[in-house]
């Protein structure tokens, strides 16, 4: 059974900066992706970036190029997400989710492993 466990949020001024992580355990990785994604109050579960969890490929929704980074520490079977010069409108729950596969579908319904997500609030 593969397990996600995000930490990080938190509250931050506009413009500031926030990592947050996501812990894996289960099965092997290697050909897994690893994604965040985030829900706004009154809003859809959205894509935001993944990564590949056996190759350096990411892939992130517009809003976010430039500003978040994804990056994995396989020693640590940890993946961060690196969010730069934030917004009021990044405010959100950030979750962690997995997928055994190598195909980048941003659906959260595609995606069968989550975490328990961590609150983002940026005020302005």
């Known amino acids: 059974q593969v397990r996600v466990v995000e930490s990080g949020g938190g509250l931050v001024q506009a413009g500031g900066s926030l990592r947050l992580s996501c812990a894996a355990s289960?099965?092997?990785?290697?050909?897994?992706?690893v994604g965040w994604f985030r829900q706004a109050p009154g809003k859809e579960r959205e894509f935001v970036a993944a990564?590949?969890?056996?190759?350096?490929?990411?892939y992130y929704t517009d809003s976010v190029k430039g500003r978040f980074t994804i990056s994995r520490d396989n020693a640590k079977n940890t993946v961060y997400l690196r969010m730069n010069s934030l917004k009021p409108e990044d405010t959100a729950v950030y979750y962690c989710?997995?997928?055994?596969?190598?195909?980048?579908?941003?659906?959260?319904?595609?995606?069968?492993?989550w975490g328990q997500g961590t609150q983002v609030t940026v005020s302005s």
């Open positions: 990564t590949r969890w056996s190759a350096g490929s990411t």
């Open positions: 289960g099965p092997t990785f290697s050909s897994y992706l």
């Open positions: 989710a997995a997928r055994d596969s190598v195909v980048v579908i941003t659906t959260p319904g595609a995606w069968p492993y």
